[in-house]
């Protein structure tokens, strides 16, 4: 079975410090890999998209990382702020197309002042 | 077009009666899906459209669930004889179906069975 597994669940952090949210997948092939954040009561807004080929992007205090040997992805949020707190999703392409996304459980920020 | 809308926001419903949600997606995307959320998960894949065409619906989608997208613009999600179990955050998403193209998610549709 396709999955998408994330960690940790939720975690909290002080205003300004960074975090790495870590996500691993069995999805097989492998089209990209998404990390979306989604805020309360929301639907979900794309950071990055990475293809298999891309070992990192950058979104302004977002970096993610892919690692497609080891199914490996993570996102580094870098001097965190207040509106960080929020749900970081990973989404992996489903192998029978890029037409349907196959979403982590997520792990739930919380930056405190 | 600023993106992706969903109605209504928020639904309360009483069990036994249908509900209608209806997305509008980005006006040039031919790609729609619909997902279904709840508390403490991520978004489970529902069904999905290219153009007016109904490609692909997932085993959570009872036959209680219909969707529709008649002019491959808008679509509809209808739930008929509603459950407790149907309570969910349910949104829609648009691409514009070119390989590793973005989806663009909705609000979302709170929907509430009581």
């Known amino acids: 079975k396709n999955q998408v597994e994330q960690s940790p669940q939720s975690l909290i952090i002080l205003e300004g410090k960074n975090c790495t949210l870590q996500?691993?997948?069995?999805?097989?092939?492998?089209?990209?890999l998404r990390w979306y954040k989604q805020d309360t009561g929301r639907g979900p807004v794309s950071l990055t998209i990475?293809?298999?080929?891309?070992n990192t992007k950058s979104n302004g205090r977002y970096t993610a990382t892919l690692d497609a040997d080891t199914k490996q992805s993570s996102l580094h949020i870098t001097a965190s702020q207040l509106s960080d707190s929020a749900s970081y999703i990973c989404?992996?392409?489903?192998?029978?197309?890029?037409?349907?996304?196959?979403f982590g459980t997520g792990t739930r920020l919380k930056v405190l002042a | 077009d600023t993106g992706v809308s969903q109605d209504p926001r928020h639904k309360i419903t009483k069990r036994g009666q249908n509900v209608t949600f209806r997305c509008d997606p980005i006006?040039?995307?031919?790609?729609l899906y619909w997902y279904r959320q709840t508390l403490g998960q991520g978004p489970e894949f529902l069904t999905y459209?290219?153009?007016?065409?109904?490609?692909?619906k997932s085993r959570l989608l009872s036959d209680r669930f219909s969707a529709e997208r008649p002019k491959g613009s808008f679509s509809t999600l209808e739930i008929q004889r509603t459950e407790q179990g149907d309570s969910a955050m349910y949104l829609c998403?648009?691409?514009?179906?070119?390989?590793?193209?973005?989806?663009?998610f909705g609000q979302g549709t709170r929907l509430t069975v009581v």
């Open positions: 998403a648009s691409s514009s179906g070119t390989g590793a193209s973005e989806a663009f």
């Open positions: 996500c691993n997948y069995t999805v097989s092939p492998f089209s990209n």
């Open positions: 990475m293809t298999f080929s891309e």
């Open positions: 989404v992996v392409s489903d192998p029978s197309g890029t037409y349907k996304y196959i």
């Open positions: 006006s040039e995307h031919n790609r």
């Open positions: 459209f290219q153009n007016e065409a109904q490609l692909e």
